[in-house]
């Protein structure tokens, strides 16, 4: 599988709990931290629902 670079860039300070879990289930938690992943259907979903929080690079 291809691995996808996905990097925190905003805060999560008065988000949704659900995106709160999402960014920490993508091993995201202080502001420009970064994981690199399998880029999967569920990732993906994941990242969807935080687009405007993260950003995301192919490696």
């Known amino acids: 599988m291809a691995k996808i670079k996905v990097t925190k860039i905003k805060s999560t300070i008065e ?4 995106q709160k879990r999402t960014m920490a289930a993508l091993g995201l938690n202080k502001l ?3 994981n690199e992943l399998e880029n999967t259907p569920a990732v ?3 990242i969807k629902k935080v ?5 995301v ?3």
């Open 57 to 59: 690079e192919n490696v």
């Open 15 to 18: 988000k949704d709990e659900r």
């Open 32 to 34: 420009g931290s970064s």
């Open 44 to 46: 993906a979903g994941m």
């Open 51 to 55: 687009q405007h929080l993260v950003k």
